[in-house]
Structure formats: structure tokens, C-alpha cells
């Protein structure tokens, strides 16, 4: 379970750049859900998956998982449980590294086994065997730098290495908005696989309102870092892409009665 408390998030206080990123937000997540994010740019959204990483930390408000408070956790310790998948799919992986050096350190996520060590041929078998099911052929290119994988291939691998060690939170900030529609279904299939497979409690923001209903089991909408719209069960299975257009709509015309008032 993630909890949420009273979060607030603020950049470049006493400056003219000055943001609310996050708005006394209120968020409670059960084990297994799989929410998808909405909302329009600056909405918020990857400041939410970066303070329940701890890559940001609150001006106020507390962060629960399962039974701890982890608001002032460090990001590498948070790493045991937590991990995550970039829009880039330059910046979860090590370009210059193969895919079995990655995958490696991946493994080691949050211990300090050595990348030497974690690269045996008992880890090779285990390497292939991952890789196998994309059907990619990657299995047979275990040395090949990731720097030479197309942004499809990229993004297979690093939603492997997202969750090859134990976790319980997967957190996806667009992690298919730079591929092409055909990519953009392969890696969104394989991510409902794993996080099904799994049973990871799992926050995906996307662009794309298609995505956002089609997959997982709850979406929420953010707007100057609150939450506007939480939708699951039954409604959610009978609103369209549109109907959440039409909330967007809504919070600009909200927005331009706010400006007018
Ligand atoms: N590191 C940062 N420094 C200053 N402002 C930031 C930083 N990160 C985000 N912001 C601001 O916080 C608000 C929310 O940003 P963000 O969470 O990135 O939105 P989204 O992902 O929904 O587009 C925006 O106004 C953004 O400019
Ligand atoms: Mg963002």
C-alpha cells in the first residue's frame, strides 16, 4: 500500500520561478493497483513519481509504504523496493555497458555484490532466458552495447531491469511516448505481462488517453498538482478516451473562469 499524506511539493521558492508542483495531495494505493496518470504538462505528474522514489522529498506531507513512513528515505534505499522506467530510453540504462553488464547491475539493485561477480555464467543462463520472451533476439546479444538497440529494444530491456531484483512499486513516466505506434504496443504489452506476472503496484503516466483506459485498473487525473478525477471499477470500464477529454476541458474552462473571475 502507498499512502499519500498532505503532499506538497515547491520549486524555486523566493524566486520568480517559483512552482507549486504538488498541492496538498491526498493519494491512497492498494497493493497490486496498476494506476495510470493524466494530466496536462506540468501538471505534476513526474514530480508524484519522483517523490514516491525520493528523488524529490516534500516541504510537507508524509509518504507511507506498506507500514513505514519513508518521507525522508534516501533514493538508494527506497531502490529495494521501488523502481522505475523513463520516457528516454537513454536514461535508465548504461549505453556503453552490453545488455548482460545492464542487466547485471541491475540485479544488484540496492546490494553491493560486485558488476564482476553478477556477470557468471549462471547469470547468463538466467540473462537468455529473460530475453527469450520478447522475441527479439536479444538473447543472442548478450554482448552487444546497449547504445546499438533501436528505443523499442531499449525499453524492453529496461523494463526487465526495472523489475529483475524483488519490488513492489513500478513507476513508468511515459515510458513509451518516444516510440512508434507498433513499439509503443509491443512495450505496453509487455508491461501489463510483468506487472500482471508479478502483481506490481504500478503508477504509469502517459500522454495518450487510449492507454490510459485501456490499461491498468485505475487512472487519475492531476492539474496544478492536485487530483482532479479517480476513476476504477465499473466506470472506469464504461468511460471513453473522450469522456476523460472532456474532464481536460473542463479544467481549462475551469481555468479561463478562474482568469475571467
Ligand atoms: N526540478 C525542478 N525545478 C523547478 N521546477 C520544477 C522541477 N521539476 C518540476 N518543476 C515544475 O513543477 C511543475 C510540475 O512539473 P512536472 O511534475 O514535471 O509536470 P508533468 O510531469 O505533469 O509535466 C511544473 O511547473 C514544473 O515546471
Ligand atoms: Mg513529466
Request: proline share 2%; net charge neutral; charged share 20%.
Amino acid at each position: 500500500m502507498i499512502f499519500l499524506e498532505k503532499i506538497n511539493v515547491h520549486f524555486g521558492k523566493g524566486t520568480a520561478a517559483f512552482r507549486v508542483a504538488l498541492n496538498n495531495l491526498d493519494l491512497r494505493i492498494q497493493e497490486g493497483e496498476f494506476l495510470t496518470v493524466i494530466g496536462s504538462n506540468g501538471a505534476g505528474k513526474s514530480t508524484l513519481l519522483n517523490t514516491i522514489a525520493g528523488e524529490v522529498i516534500p516541504d510537507s506531507g508524509a509518504i507511507h509504504i506498506d507500514d513505514e513512513i519513508v518521507t525522508n528515505q534516501s533514493t538508494n534505499i527506497r531502490a529495494q523496493h521501488v523502481a522505475r522506467v523513463f520516457q528516454d530510453p537513454v536514461a535508465g540504462t548504461c549505453a556503453n555497458l552490453t545488455i548482460v553488464e545492464n542487466l547485471a547491475l541491475a540485479m544488484r539493485r540496492g546490494k553491493s555484490r560486485s558488476l564482476k561477480k553478477a556477470v557468471n555464467s549462471e547469470s547468463q543462463i538466467l540473462f537468455r532466458e529473460l530475453l527469450k520472451p520478447l522475441n527479439l533476439g536479444l538473447e543472442n546479444r548478450l554482448d552487444t552495447l546497449m547504445t546499438m538497440l533501436s528505443g523499442g529494444q531499449r525499453q524492453a530491456v529496461s523494463l526487465l531491469m526495472a523489475t529483475l531484483s524483488p519490488l513492489k512499486i513500478l513507476l513508468l513516466d511515459e515510458h513509451t511516448a518516444a516510440l512508434d505506434p507498433k513499439t509503443s504496443k509491443f512495450v505496453m504489452e509487455l508491461t501489463n505481462r510483468i506487472v500482471k506476472e508479478k502483481g506490481l503496484t504500478t503508477l504509469m503516466v502517459t500522454h495518450s488517453l487510449n492507454q490510459a483506459l485501456q490499461y491498468g485498473s485505475r487512472t487519475i487525473m492531476l492539474h496544478e498538482g492536485r487530483l482532479i478525477y479517480d476513476v476504477t471499477g465499473k466506470e472506469r470500464s464504461s468511460i471513453t478516451p473522450q469522456d476523460l477529454m472532456h474532464q481536460f476541458g473542463n479544467t481549462v474552462d475551469n481555468d479561463r473562469l478562474l482568469l475571467n473571475s
